[in-house]
């Protein structure tokens, strides 16, 4: 929406280069050297002061048409400033919303490790452990070590 309205105003600035001036309540068309009106040449009909006048209506018209542009310049350029500043903050939150992640399953798997780690032990003690579980056991606290050091390494 910022957008179009900055091209409307840049297409009415250049549309008001069609250098038309307005001096006494007259609208005079400037082109090159010359002062016309309706098409006709009145360069020379007109007196010195008023072509002085229309000179200066012109230079002043001139003058605020580049501060215009001048503006929306700055304008375009500090909205292209936003957008870069809200693409570096989205990408800011991404990276903390993987970071977070990240730490988060980190202490699910470290947990999961010392529940499996305390069991096997507890099992263990009590005597309720066959070769055959002690191995599968083994195994899968190996998994859940090699789990959390992946994680970490992430971390």
Avoid: C
Avoid at 104 to 111: G, L, T, Y
């Amino acid at each position: 929406m910022k957008l179009l309205t900055v091209l409307l105003y840049l297409g009415l600035v250049v549309s008001a280069q069609a250098q038309e001036v307005s001096f006494n309540g007259i609208t005079y068309k400037i082109k090159g050297k010359t002062i016309l009106l309706d098409k006709a040449d009145v360069t020379t009909t007109l007196s010195v002061k008023d072509q002085k006048g229309v000179w200066e209506a012109f230079n002043k018209q001139k003058a605020l048409d580049e501060e215009r542009m001048e503006a929306s310049k700055a304008l375009k350029k500090a909205e292209k400033e936003q957008k870069k500043a809200e693409k570096k903050q989205k990408k800011a939150e991404k990276e903390l919303k993987a970071k977070e992640k990240v730490r988060s399953k980190f202490e699910d798997v470290s947990e999961d490790y010392e529940d499996a780690v305390a069991k096997f032990e507890k099992l263990k003690k009590k005597g309720k452990l066959s070769p055959n579980d002690e191995t599968k056991w083994l195994k899968k606290i190996q998994n859940l070590k090699d789990d959390v050091d992946k994680t970490k390494r992430k971390l």
